[in-house]
């Protein structure tokens, strides 16, 4: 409809057609390179299999461009599919948990089975994505698989199969270029095996749609609404999760982490023109095929001049400016958004100052104990005053991120009433992360001066790209969260061009990446300590702002607030916040997550004792976190970030839990 | 739990192997006393914490055992020659050696390599540090590891033993000039897979690369800046005339051997005509040492003999 309706502009359609003749004179171009054009059919079919161009071509080219179609599809079906259950376009197959779960079982594999890792590579990411999901889906059991329980539990399980896998990878060091080319989805084949284990699937995918199209449908009207009709709700959910599990379970079983296809395909289909259900599915299959293909082929021609850069990573690349700009032709609607009711603290004051305590219980514990060489020992006072010097300066360090993720973290769920909202989320602490990447690999030596400007450069790039682009909408929260993920795709997918290099610097920089305060000195935690203090003292100013803003747009504008000026204003010091805890813990974001959700379980309902309450929650958790990461593989240490996600996930899927009964 | 204790006790036994040793060496350490080393006190044996494993490798074959070093285990598997003594105590991860170990272990000096610059200013604290170390693949990787492993024998005080292992590599060197040199006018490939669809595929300024380059034979893709450039498998069949070195990879154990299951790689030229040869493991940020080691498989893979006669 949109495409008659403005034949004028350049609509996705005509966009999606034309990569998709580019992508096919390219393939042309590159087979007439290898053999004439009157030998395709029969190579195709019976190739001379003493000849290596014919070898090459039936056993190499074809499958590449096949696998290409094949994933992409698999992916746009599978991600419309998600779309539609979870309720939400920014879903996609890996929100619940399945490429994290395989790339975990790929790193601890190689790492302590490797002989497995040679055999059986596919096998085992398919078990791995498959565990991962069947967690994801016990855990939002009790809630009947709602929503929001699903992506919530799906968010907490990548969190920390990634937590875990950066442990992993830390600990077996350089022998990573393996597991970081299948991370960033490279289609390079050399068989038929992949496109034989997938091509039945993705059949089965096509063929069991259709049966769900109907039900699936009305699953975009809420959920009384589709029960009304007489819907078993519950088993279409679980129908069509399963299917469009197993699709992305199977795609990155055989290519690896394919990132943005499963987003973009289903998004595209919809600013295409697609509107009805089975539509979108054909047409997201359709794009999601072509999208891969285009973006694999224009891969291969840019081979000729610099190293091949593997197709998952660019499509995150290629994806996300097109998402950018079809999103701008989307209306903006301000949904209002049901708040989640919690008890609430009859004794605000006490509570703070109980948690509070328990705060300084915490410092006091991880200072004075310790293994050491002979076995564990606790401190005395003037022998823990020697060892202050390697343990105190992370400790605060520590202490200070966790502080500043609370805050930011807080803001970003209050703003935006979206308990699924992080810091992570809004692109800040991945673009911390390339600055970094950036400089270490660029710059021929790097201070922690340095390192600090090119932190706070790249969140302040990635800020500056959400907040110019959010402009238009008046940073409404939807909005803002999409071009948050769009923005933080595009970057992880260079992070994972960059990590796929190679090269030995890269190695070095994991360790920030994880979360380690390890190295930090005396007058680094004095500047964190001062930071966080300082953010703490301004945060108090905004409680007004956050405790009217969750209401809609619409009441507060009739309370007098500027709708632009206090979501950019909040925006800005959540953004400032959560890159200095970035730099001071790398982009492992789920203290920004966990902590407010934590402080308005025990009961902090306004803004500021929420925040002051979740900051102090924060600050316990990176404690917590960093004495375990020292003394728990003693000599071995564990990066804070790393320990925190690990014992943060658990802790956030119990409360969910709880809030069951 | 049950490995945390294990750790423990583990811990404690090296503690004590570690005393014994000390005992050892200090009978051991008179010869390098001559040296002399300006801060050690007199009669002790050099305390050196090595937190890099090239590094590592070039100080035993200096004929220093260093007393502390990251995951000595991996140092088994990624550099096996020259293993480490049993003595030697895990001081934690690569990126990360433990502070408070380091400490207990009070080493004279601690060499790294510039990736633990961010731990320098905690590093200085328990001993100096001899930071610049760096065995890691560039231009010249040869005459950096020279350069660099003369510089580590001179901060020790051992200049003698320094040279000697730069006379020992270069004489593995000329051997290899010599029974290599038949091969002269043939193209070599320098691979290593990463899992069954990619290899690394080294150039001139990896370890290897620089060794093969150092003795006289060509490289057969010559155009790769870094250590190495990964490649998808079906590209090396386009290498017609190479000989290919496959180095065994100690991630994917096995994988080289198994690449012959698969028909596309059956028909690259190198695999048809028998000229594929399948190396160990060597680091390749290893220095001098591995360049030896290298050097020796090679022989052995090319010309059967690893000529460890004399």
């Given amino acids: 409809m949109i495409a008659t309706r403005d034949k004028l502009r350049i609509g996705p359609a005509s966009v999606i057609a034309l990569l998709f003749a580019a992508a096919l004179l390219s393939a042309a171009l590159r087979l007439s390179e290898l053999l004439p054009v009157q030998d395709w059919w029969q190579v195709a079919i019976n190739p001379d299999l003493n000849s290596y161009q014919q070898v090459l071509v039936h056993d190499s080219v074809l499958p590449r461009l096949l696998i290409a179609l094949v994933v992409g599809a698999a992916l746009g079906l599978s991600g419309t599919i998600f779309q539609q259950v979870l309720r939400t376009p920014l879903a996609d197959p890996s929100t619940l948990g399945v490429s994290g779960g395989a790339y975990l079982a790929l790193a601890m594999v190689t790492l302590w089975v490797p002989a497995l890792a040679v055999s059986a590579r596919e096998l085992v990411a398919l078990a791995g994505g498959l565990v991962a999901f069947a967690l994801v889906f016990l855990i939002a059991w009790p809630h009947r698989l709602s929503p929001v329980a699903l992506i919530l539990a799906g968010l907490v399980v990548t969190f920390v199969c990634g937590a875990v896998s950066a442990a992993v990878s830390l600990s077996y060091n350089m022998g990573m270029s393996g597991l970081f080319v299948w991370a960033s989805g490279s289609l390079t084949q050399n068989d038929w095996s992949a496109i034989v284990r997938l091509s039945p699937c993705v059949l089965f995918g096509l063929i069991a749609a259709p049966f769900l199209t109907r039900p699936l449908a009305l699953l975009s009207l809420n959920d009384d609404g589709a029960r009304s009709l007489g819907l078993p709700l519950f088993y279409v959910r679980l129908m069509s999760i399963l299917l469009a599990v197993l699709l992305a379970a199977f795609t990155v079983s055989a290519v690896g982490v394919i990132g943005f296809v499963g987003f973009a395909a289903p998004f595209l289909a919809r600013a295409a023109g697609a509107r009805q259900l089975p539509h979108r599915m054909l047409a997201s299959m359709v794009i999601g095929a072509i999208l891969l293909l285009a973006a694999d082929e224009g891969l291969q021609q840019a081979a000729r001049f610099i190293r091949e850069i593997p197709a998952g990573a660019a499509t995150g690349l290629l994806g996300a400016p097109l998402i950018a700009i079809f999103l701008r032709r989307m209306p903006v609607v301000e949904t209002p958004t049901s708040s989640i009711i919690e008890r609430r603290a009859r004794h605000p004051v006490l509570y703070l100052a109980a948690t509070a305590g328990a705060f300084l219980a915490l410092i006091w514990i991880s200072l004075s104990v310790g293994p050491s060489l002979d076995g564990w020992h606790f401190a005395s006072v003037s022998e823990a005053q020697l060892l202050l010097i390697w343990r105190l300066p992370r400790l605060a360090a520590a202490a200070a991120a966790g502080i500043l993720f609370a805050l930011s973290g807080t803001i970003v769920q209050r703003m935006t009433s979206n308990p699924m909202a992080s810091p992570e989320v809004i692109g800040v602490s991945t673009g911390a992360a390339l600055g970094i990447l950036l400089l270490v690999l660029l710059a021929p030596t790097f201070t922690p001066l340095s390192q600090l400007g090119a932190a706070t450069a790249g969140s302040i790039l990635s800020l500056i790209i959400v907040l110019v682009t959010g402009h238009r909408s008046r940073y409404n929260p939807d909005h803002v969260l999409l071009f948050g993920i769009a923005v933080n795709t595009a970057f992880a997918a260079l992070i994972a061009v960059l990590l796929g290099t190679g090269l030995p610097k890269v190695f070095g920089v994991l360790q920030w990446m994880a979360g380690s305060t390890y190295s930090t000195t005396p007058l680094q935690a004095m500047i964190a300590v001062a930071v966080a203090a300082t953010m703490l003292l301004i945060a108090p100013f905004f409680g007004r702002w956050l405790d009217v803003l969750p209401l809609g747009a619409a009441p507060s504008k009739s309370l007098g607030l500027r709708l632009s000026f206090s979501r950019g204003t909040l925006l800005l010091f959540s953004a400032i916040s959560a890159a200095a805890a970035t730099l001071l813990i790398g982009p492992m974001s789920f203290v920004g997550l966990m902590a407010p959700h934590i402080a308005r379980t025990l009961g902090f309902q306004r803004a500021l004792t929420h925040m002051l309450a979740a900051a102090l929650v924060g600050g316990a958790i990176t404690i917590c976190a960093d004495f375990i990461g020292r003394v728990a593989l003693f000599p071995n240490q564990l990066p804070v970030g790393v320990v925190s996600t690990v014992i943060g996930g658990p802790y956030f899927l119990w409360l969910m839990r709880k809030q069951v009964h | ?310």
């Fill in chain 2, 1 to 310: 739990m049950v490995t945390i204790n294990k750790m423990h006790l583990d811990v404690r036994i090296r503690r004590r192997t570690l005393l014994a040793s000390l005992a050892a060496s200090f009978a051991s350490g008179c010869s390098l006393q001559a040296a002399g080393l300006p801060q050690a006190p007199k009669g002790e044996a050099h305390r050196i914490a090595a937190l890099d494993w090239g590094i590592a490798a070039t100080l035993v074959a200096l004929g220093i055992v260093p007393i502390g070093v990251p995951a000595p285990a991996w140092y088994a598997r990624y550099v096996v020659d020259p293993s480490l003594p049993s003595s030697v105590v895990d001081v934690g991860l690569l990126f990360t050696p433990n502070f408070e170990l380091l400490q207990a272990l009070a080493p004279q000096l601690i060499v790294a390599t510039p990736a633990l610059q961010q731990a320098a200013p905690m590093l200085q604290r328990i001993a100096p540090v001899y930071g610049n170390l760096l065995f890691q693949p560039s231009p010249d990787v040869l005459d950096i590891a020279r350069r660099g492993t003369l510089a580590l024998a001179d901060k020790i005080g051992i200049r003698t033993a320094g040279e000697r292992l730069i006379e020992e590599t270069h004489r593995e060197l000329s051997i290899s000039n010599a029974k290599l040199s038949s091969q002269r006018d043939r193209a070599f490939l320098l691979a290593s897979p990463l899992d069954n669809r990619h290899v690394s595929l080294f150039g001139p300024n990896s370890l290897y690369g620089a060794v093969l380059q150092e003795i006289g034979l060509t490289l057969a893709e010559p155009n790769i800046a870094g250590e190495f450039n990964i490649v998808g498998l079906e590209r090396l069949g386009a290498y017609g005339n190479a000989e290919m070195i496959l180095l065994e990879s100690p991630v994917v154990p096995g994988m080289a051997a198994r690449l012959t299951e698969n028909r596309l790689w059956r028909t690259f030229p190198f695999v048809c005509k028998g000229r594929l040869h399948i190396l160990p493991a060597t680091l390749g940020s290893g220095g001098l040492p591995a360049a030896s080691r290298f050097l020796r498989l090679l022989r052995l893979a090319l010309s059967g003999d690893d000529g460890r006669t004399q």
